[in-house]
């Protein structure tokens, strides 16, 4: 991690205040981060996803605020289709924590 508490990828990415970025976290395309996240170590953010459909569109990730991102998660830009707008984007914000100890992410 560099003195700046952050990865050598995330330095050319805008990400705003109190926003915690771990070691080896890939941070690619079109791909926005909000306030107060915590991205773990050997996340992928912004890769074009794995959807047939997708042909190379512009489409973007935009990360809301307060979210966590444990490790080794991976999350695509959006795919465009006939029926969404060519901007398409997939988004995250933050939720409720659960109500019981099982995570979404879990091993």
Request: glycine share 10%; net charge positive.
């Amino acid at each position: 991690m560099s003195r700046s508490g952050r990865s050598p990828s995330s330095r050319e990415r805008p990400h705003r205040r109190g926003t915690r970025i771990g070691n080896c976290v890939t941070i690619a395309g079109h791909t926005e981060i909000g306030r107060g996240n915590t991205i773990y170590h050997n996340v992928v953010l912004g890769t074009p996803p794995q959807d047939l459909h997708y042909a190379g569109m512009e489409t973007r990730l935009v990360i809301g605020d307060d979210n966590t991102i444990r490790e080794f998660v991976t999350v695509n830009i959006g795919t465009a289709k006939a029926a969404r707008s060519p901007s398409s984007a997939t988004a995250t914000s933050s939720w409720p924590a659960p109500t019981s100890p099982t995570t979404a992410c879990s091993r």
